[in-house]
């Protein structure tokens, strides 16, 4: 482009229009009647009563501002969670959190870390503030401490680790977590993306808390989207040290989570039956169809968070891409995961029974007929 050619518009600054936007799995079909939408980690419980209730409460208020800093939000995060609720920022999903904190740490010159199948989000937060994205090879679709830790530069300035990760379902534990962090600068921030921690049952896990209480340098961001059920109404929030706390809250908008989403996020946390059951049906279902597709020739990687991700063979009539035109055509949605380097396999969102079911059956007929 010419000067003069950037004179007739406004340009966007270096580096943005190079930006892949995130593209989210796709919500329906045409053609069936009923949709099985298993493409976005949504937990097939949907929200608890108590947080609709609430929602619904707030709605002789929409004519009033908010509370700026989400505080009976932070106050609930922090009784449920045993946290100093000064050191939580909410945030519209945790999405706006990744940002916000790329927003305060990263510039052109620096660079941010992520691995190889890790949240899209990472890299367009990163580039969206002129960083350098660095991508880390993963190890059997899991983060590679030594990987990570080898990539590390003097530029280097944020590391991404999600944990669980999207879209493998895979894990670092806790004495990996404390190992990678101890081999970090002071002066990188680590932040730990535990977007899907609720549903971790392995008894080596950490979402990373007990090191941001210990040091300087550690995040740990979570949302209300996944198990909470409330993805419509984008709340998320984070746990960090004060002096990165007080840098996010100086730059995030003064009234960036709703009051109808504070309400729900605070009733959504009090009711633990209904979290308690989400985690049990989850559990059974992540092993029942691990072994039911292994029965039908087809391979997943170990998961624990809400989902798995289910590989296909590349070869012509068995590929991931028809295999999903297969599902789609009766009514069932997974996500495809080409974008994370992914072509192969697809991730399928642990639904009701009955969806679980029928995704297990329409694979069967689809590997069937192939294989005739």
């Known amino acids: 482009m010419t000067a003069s050619e950037q004179r007739l518009r406004p340009v966007p600054r270096p580096g943005i229009l190079d930006i892949e936007p995130y593209v989210p799995g796709k919500s329906g079909a045409s053609g069936p009647n009923r949709i099985f939408k298993l493409s976005s980690n949504e937990t097939p419980f949907g929200p608890s009563p108590r947080a609709v209730e609430a929602y619904v409460r707030t709605g002789e208020k929409l004519a009033l501002y908010p509370e700026g800093s989400s505080r009976a939000l932070r106050e609930a995060i922090g009784a449920a969670n045993g946290l100093d609720p000064e050191r939580v920022v909410c945030g519209a999903g945790s999405d706006e959190i990744l940002n916000l904190l790329a927003h305060a740490f990263l510039g052109p010159g620096d660079e941010g870390i992520f691995t190889e199948h890790g949240f899209l989000v990472y890299k367009i937060a990163i580039m969206g503030r002129g960083a350098t994205p660095v991508v880390v090879p993963e190890t059997g679709y899991t983060a590679d401490v030594d990987a990570i830790l080898a990539n590390v530069t003097e530029r280097t300035k944020i590391v991404f680790v999600a944990n669980p ?203 069937g007929a192939k294989r005739g």
Do not use: C, Q
Not at 198 to 219: C, I, M, Q, S
Not at 328 to 339: C, E, K
């Open 165 to 367: 990760n999207n879209p493998t379902g895979t894990y670092l534990p806790a004495a990996d977590i404390r190992r990678l962090h101890a081999g970090l600068r002071p002066d990188i921030l680590l932040v730990i993306d535990a977007a899907y921690s609720e549903y971790v049952v392995k008894e080596d896990y950490t979402d990373g808390r007990e090191l941001v209480e210990d040091f300087e340098n550690v995040v740990v961001t979570h949302t209300f989207s996944k198990i909470y059920g409330l993805a419509n109404l984008r709340l998320g929030w984070m746990y960090g040290p004060t002096a990165v706390v007080d840098a996010v809250n100086r730059i995030r908008g003064p009234f960036n989570v709703s009051g109808p989403a504070v309400a729900a996020g605070v009733a959504a946390l009090d009711d633990r039956a209904h979290i308690a059951m989400s985690v049990a049906h989850n559990e059974t279902w992540l092993d029942r169809l691990a072994l039911e597709f292994s029965r039908i020739g087809l391979h997943t990687t170990p998961s624990v968070a809400n989902f798995i991700l289910i590989h296909f063979p590349d070869e012509a009539g068995k590929t991931a891409a028809e295999a999903d035109d297969y599902l789609s055509a009766r009514g069932i949605i997974l996500r495809r995961v080409t974008s994370y380097g992914l072509p192969n396999a697809l991730r399928m969102t642990i639904g009701s029974d009955e969806a679980n079911r029928l995704v297990v059956a329409a694979l069967s007929e689809f590997v």
